[in-house]
């Protein structure tokens, strides 16, 4: 199945949802990093809902990143996103893990992440400022804690699933997410009947790993309510790093710095954090861009 995801509405415009199939993407992500399973399975559920997230936004050139800070080894999360279905992200120590939860051998990724923190989101909307909001971590599992921004930081309640299922090659099996947003004015038993089937869902990704579509998902998360598919988009993990932006880098230090390089190394050479690409840059171009600056 490719990795795409869907917007959709029940047609009396009360609820909205989000679906996300995005097994391939979350593997390609665990390529570039190398990542151990815990560290895959929190950096795949935040790169899901970074994809989900971004295709609220309106326009081709808005930017997401949804940044969660624990306390825990596994560092800072970041994810950059835009509407288009294109998204990138890292985590600060990919190689962290931690044992499996002794009440169910599931991958503890609370624990990975830490219980403490906070979960930060920045728009860029073309606007002077971007949009920040900010919300305190509950549990570092990812889903809840941005349920609980949607609540405390936009006043929008919000059911949130994510899920990555680890194969036994450490390769990404099976992920995907969901994120269901009430509209002002839901009646009380459709909130009810909506509590009650998602009390009694499979994880998205058993889901996905048994072959239903984000359509599929759509219409058993929301049974009972007449759903239609406003938009389709496919998603791909993807990094727009260049030569040219780590020479802007590489700028921004300033003509001493570079200068320094060239005296103590002879050459530089920079990594890009979300696609671990390798840029070299000789004694030569090191001094050409101190001319040329």
Sequence with gaps: MKDY????????????????????????????????????????????????????????????????AGDGPLGTIMIVANNQGRIKGYVDNPYADVPTRETDGKLDVGKLVGHNGTITTIMDLGLKDPYIGQANLVSGEIAEDIATYYVISEQQPSAVGLGVLIDKDISVKAAGGYII??????????????????????????????????????????????????????????????????ERVLLSIGKDEIRAIIDEDGEAEMVCHFCNTKYYFSKEELEKLIVDK
């Design 5 to 68: 995801l869907i917007r959709g509405i029940d047609k009396k415009g009360n609820i909205r949802i989000f679906v996300a199939a995005t097994t391939n993407m979350v593997e390609d992500a665990r390529v570039a990093h190398n990542t151990s399973p815990t560290a895959t399975a929190a950096l795949g559920r935040s790169l899901t809902a970074g994809a989900m997230m971004g295709m609220m936004m309106k326009n081709e050139q808005d930017r997401l990143t949804l940044k969660i």
């Design 181 to 246: 947003q009430l509209l002002p004015n839901v009646p009380d038993e459709d909130i009810a009947k909506i509590e009650e089937t998602l009390s009694k869902m499979e994880p998205v990704s058993t889901l996905i790993d048994k072959g239903l579509s984000p359509e599929d998902i759509m219409h058993e998360l929301l049974s009972g309510f007449h759903m239609e598919v406003l938009d389709k988009v496919e998603i791909k993990y993807s990094c727009d790093c260049s030569r040219e932006r780590l």
